[in-house]
């Protein structure tokens, strides 16, 4: 059964409108004061998990950063440490680790070398800066053989090709009167060599200091 509002009495009419505005007024209190904060605040939730994300996408980077850096820096120090085992003198027996080496790469190249010792060095720049301080010294030796201008370019190619961190300081050459073609030849080769209280384990980990940097880096 419909009731017309006309035919309502005074009194119900009053009723009738004071519930249709305590209806509005009830739905407009719980709109302003339950559905508005709560739409901020899940304005304000995506906001935070947006941030959040952002700064998880940058943790991840940085933490495969740092970890390529030290993979890098891993392979460098083996590579470093097989160089090292092949090229520099060792502290201990240096004259006969260079003198194998000599008379190897002679024998290689078809001359005889007539001898090979150890020579002093003169002061190097960094030894007269005691702050200084260098994994590597220089170890020279004094190369004597007999052969022609050939035989010395052989030596000496050979020796840049197996020794890239050897050095030729000095070739003297001096000619053989009794046979023109051949020489008496010295040759100064001067080898890296291990300084006081320097050793492998200097290269078996990345330099002091060098993640320090990198995690201070990647946090700018």
Avoid: C
């Avoid at 009194?11 to 739409?39: D, H, M, N, W």
């Avoid at 947006?50 to 950063?65: C, N, W």
């Avoid at 384990?201 to 946090?219: C, E, Y």
């Amino acid at each position: 059964m419909k009731i017309q509002f006309q035919e309502l009495s005074k009194e119900q009419k009053q009723i009738a409108v004071l519930s249709v505005l305590l209806a509005i007024g009830i739905s407009y209190a719980t709109y302003r004061f339950a559905l508005v904060p709560s739409l901020g605040a899940m304005r304000k939730a995506r906001e935070e998990l947006g941030e959040m994300e952002s700064q998880l996408r940058k943790a991840e980077r940085l933490i495969a950063r740092r970890e390529r850096i030290v993979e890098d820096l891993e392979e460098s120090s083996d590579r470093l440490g097989q160089w090292v085992e092949k090229y520099v003198a060792p502290q201990e027996n240096r004259l006969a680790w260079a003198t194998e080496y000599i008379y190897r790469i002679g024998r290689e190249v078809g001359i005889d070398i007539e001898a090979a010792s150890e020579v002093a060095v003169g002061l190097v720049p960094w030894q007269s800066a005691p702050e200084t301080k260098r994994i590597f010294d220089p170890y020279a030796t004094r190369i004597v053989f007999r052969g022609s201008f050939f035989d010395l370019v052989q030596f000496l190619e050979k020796v840049e090709k197996t020794n890239p961190f050897a050095i030729v300081s000095l070739v003297n050459i001096a000619a053989y009167p009794t046979d023109p073609e051949h020489h008496n030849i010295e040759v100064r080769l001067v080898f890296p060599t291990w300084a006081e209280e320097r050793g492998p384990r200097d290269i078996r980990s990345p330099p002091k200091g060098v993640l320090q940097q990198v995690d201070a880096g990647s946090g700018a």
